[in-house]
């Protein structure tokens, strides 16, 4: 679940955790996520309160980054290319290895031929 730490949403978010809870009981937990944490000049939820009314934890914590983001969608970049140490990029990490169960590999080198090596200009 995908929520913004605002009331409107946060009661949405309950509904939907509430009615999941009832329909499967043996299920494990609904992952919540909030995005747009941080943003300058609206007024939140804090993070604490928001979980508590939930009763879920979050796995990710996605801050309001517009630079970040509007680069991104312009040069049709992941995140994790635009900003790869920003907040919002290791907060996609976490909620990749919390839905998949892997962590994933920060640093990745790009393997060379030695075919390659040879051609380089």
Do not use: W, Y
């Given at each position: 679940?995908?929520a913004?730490?605002?009331?409107?949403?946060?009661?949405?978010?309950?509904?939907?955790?509430?009615?999941?809870?009832?329909?499967?009981?043996?299920?494990?937990?609904?992952?919540?996520?909030?995005?747009?944490?941080?943003?300058?000049?609206?007024?939140?939820?804090?993070?604490?309160?928001?979980?508590?009314?939930?009763?879920?934890?979050?796995?990710?914590?996605?801050?309001?980054?517009?630079?970040?983001?509007?680069?991104?969608?312009?040069?049709?970049?992941?995140?994790?290319?635009?900003?790869?140490?920003?907040?919002?990029?290791?907060?996609?990490?976490?909620?990749?290895?919390?839905?998949?169960?892997?962590?994933?590999?920060?640093?990745?080198?790009?393997?060379?031929?030695?075919?390659?090596?040879?051609?380089?200009?």
């Amino acid at each position: 679940i995908v929520a913004t730490p605002d009331l409107a949403s946060l009661r949405n978010a309950k509904n939907i955790i509430d009615l999941l809870k009832h329909s499967r009981p043996n299920d494990a937990a609904p992952k919540l996520v909030l995005n747009q944490t941080e943003m300058p000049g609206r007024p939140e939820i804090p993070v604490k309160d928001f979980t508590a009314a939930l009763g879920v934890e979050p796995c990710a914590l996605i801050p309001f980054d517009a630079k970040l983001f509007g680069s991104a969608s312009n040069n049709g970049q992941m995140i994790a290319e635009v900003g790869p140490a920003s907040k919002a990029a290791e907060a996609l990490n976490q909620l990749t290895a919390a839905i998949t169960g892997r962590v994933p590999d920060v640093k990745v080198k790009k393997q060379t031929s030695f075919l390659g090596n040879l051609f380089k200009k």
